[in-house]
């Protein structure tokens, strides 16, 4: 069955012939005549086939695709792409000559500029935006577009939680979508009258030619943390994963966040034009950024926070963050500045921006203090440096004790899980160590990895708990917190499901917390769910 957004394509496709992609991007042609096939959508999923599509067939980290072509042709492939390798699984599977077999080196980047191509280079015709980095991708996304929104009636906006145009979206299967499905959106986007698109670009996705045949009118840099050491190996592949949309391949033009040592380096090796953004408040080098920070009062309404932008002509803006934290003033500014550049006049930018709507799982406020209840807040914290600052943003916010709710990914980065532990210890006033999506690992061991930090800082485990059971874990937490204190849950956000051992089972840390408000006011708190 075609995935959700599989689905998302023009209503009115062109249909080109085959022997003309052939021609646009050099490709040798084998298997049966091309001459009067034509194609009018591109997949790289035998699942998401629609009739009339070239299947592009790749050989993946762990299986190569064109072992699926039998599917594809069932599902109405009209034509394949892949490599010699795909040409002689065709063979073996006596589908050689059934289709017109388009070859390529690497046909994984080639996904990309054929849809494009196929589609006529679609995001040409809008105003886009991508947002690269470690944190604050999706918050950042989420303020560019409010920005953009203020211009253009119709947005797109493209990222972890969902994958909007204008006011329809869908849950997103992950940070950015495949190539063709990018390009694809970008019709449809068209086609319903958007101006402007802004996604999200994960590293993963740069890595593995999602953005192929996409150029970002302006490409942002948020930070660089430690994080997917698990694929790329080691801090340098990551960035220099991340630095590749920094180049005319996949951009136009650039805004980078200066307050790390890994954003000063891109701002000198990126070769697109670059604007520099200085977050932190009197940091060595700000005033060499072309834009800064130069005063921030965080929280002071309980909330969000002011600060001043300077901007590269010397004049002083006064501008606003919607979200807690001096990570938000950080992804705020960042945002004005893209925004700027993406055509958006400054003073609109400042003002769409200050007042942009939550974001969802992002400093999210679900439950707010009052009539005994704590604020209980969720966030998508996942790495060491990113729950540092959710959880220095929080403290200036509560009078009260900080409770922590936390855990870590199965099947991913394990080393970070004892630096969570420590900073939690060091940060937090009460710890609830749970699992988060263990996926194939066993949670205990998980929790002990958390656990051997938490206890570096305090070896006696004193206001440390361990819970078995998230959602249980998590009641137990707002019921056991009195209303000065604050409750934060972090690393699912927005996610609608936990994975453990190979099953998505609904749940959402939002929904816990309305369930723990519910279960206060009819007196039932504390009692086994
Ligand atoms: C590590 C990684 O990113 N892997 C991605 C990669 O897998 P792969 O190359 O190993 O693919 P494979 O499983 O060997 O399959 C090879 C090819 O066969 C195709 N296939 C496979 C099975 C089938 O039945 N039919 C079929 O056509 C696949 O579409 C693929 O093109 O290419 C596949 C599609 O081409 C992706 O589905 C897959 O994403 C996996 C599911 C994934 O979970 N990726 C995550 C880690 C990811 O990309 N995360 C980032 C965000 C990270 C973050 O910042 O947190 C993201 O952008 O979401
Ligand atoms: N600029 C920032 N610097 C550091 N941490 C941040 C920043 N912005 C947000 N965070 C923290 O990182 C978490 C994730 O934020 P966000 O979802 O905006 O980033 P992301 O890059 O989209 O993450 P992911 O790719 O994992 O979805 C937030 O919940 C917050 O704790």
Not at 13 to 38: I, K, N, S, Y
Not at 70 to 82: E, I, K, P
Not at 356 to 385: I, K, Q, S, W
Not at 504 to 522: C, G, I, K, P
Request: hydrophobic share 45%; aromatic share 4%.
């Amino acid at each position: 069955m075609t995935s959700p957004q599989g689905r998302l394509r023009p209503h009115a496709p062109t249909a080109r012939r085959v022997t003309d992609l052939a021609a646009a991007h050099g490709l040798a042609a084998a298997g049966a005549p091309a001459a009067d096939v034509q194609v009018s959508g591109v997949t790289v999923a035998s699942g998401d086939v629609a009739p009339g599509d070239l299947f592009v067939a790749v050989r993946g980290l762990t299986v190569h695709a064109a072992r699926f072509a039998a599917q594809a042709l069932d599902l109405g492939a009209a034509a394949v792409l892949t490599d010699d390798e795909g040409l002689s699984h065709l063979a073996d599977a006596g589908l050689a000559d059934r289709v017109p077999v388009l070859l390529a080196a690497d046909p994984r980047a080639l996904a990309g500029p054929v849809a494009a191509w196929l589609h006529g280079h679609p995001a040409d015709r809008l105003v886009t935006v991508g947002v690269t980095g470690t944190n604050g991708k999706t918050t950042t996304s989420y303020f560019v577009d409010a920005a953009l929104r203020a211009v253009h009636p119709v947005t797109a906006v493209l990222g972890t939680v969902e994958l909007r145009i204008g006011e329809e979206s869908i849950e997103s299967p992950r940070t950015t979508v495949e190539a063709p499905v990018l390009q694809a959106i970008c019709a449809l986007a068209l086609e319903r009258g958007a101006g402007a698109l802004t996604t999200e670009v994960s590293s993963h996705a740069l890595a593995l030619g999602r953005v192929e045949g996409f150029v970002a009118d302006v490409a942002a840099f948020t930070n660089l943390q430690r994080d997917h050491l698990d694929f790329h190996g080691d801090m340098e592949g990551y960035f220099a994963a991340k630095a590749a949309l920094f180049t005319p391949a996949h951009a136009r033009r650039a805004v980078v966040v200066v307050d790390d040592d890994w954003g000063r380096r891109l701002a000198t090796e990126a070769t697109v034009p670059v604007e520099t953004v200085a977050t932190h408040v009197g940091a060595p080098g700000a005033d060499e950024a072309d834009w800064a920070v130069v005063a921030a009062d965080v929280g002071l309404d309980g909330v969000g926070s002011r600060f001043t932008l300077r901007g590269p002509d010397g004049t002083t803006h006064e501008a606003a963050s919607p979200l807690p934290g001096l990570v938000n003033v950080s992804n705020a500014a960042l945002a004005v500045v893209v925004a700027h550049a993406a055509g958006v006049p400054l003073g609109t930018a400042i003002a769409a921006v200050g007042a942009a709507h939550a974001v969802p799982g992002r400093m999210e406020r679900v439950v707010e203090r009052g009539d005994g209840l704590p604020l209980c807040l969720v966030d998508y914290a996942h790495t060491p440096d990113a729950l540092v600052l959710a959880l220095e943003a929080v403290r200036p916010i509560t009078p009260g004790r900080l409770v922590l709710v936390l855990g870590s990914d199965g099947d991913r980065d394990r080393g970070k899980r004892p630096i969570m532990g420590e900073i939690a210890a060091r940060l937090a006033d009460v710890v609830v160590v749970t699992d988060e999506n263990p996926r194939s690992e066993d949670p205990a061991s998980i929790r002990a990895a958390i656990l051997e930090g938490v206890r570096s800082v305090r070896p006696d485990l004193h206001d440390v708990v361990e819970a078995t059971d998230r959602r249980q874990g998590l009641l137990d937490a707002v019921a056991a917190a009195h209303e000065p204190d604050t409750v934060i849950v972090t690393g699912k956000g927005h996610e609608p499901t936990q994975e453990i051992a190979g099953v998505f089972h609904r749940y959402n840390d939002r929904d816990v917390y309305l369930e723990a408000q519910r279960r206060h006011r009819a007196g039932t708190a504390g009692l086994p769910a």
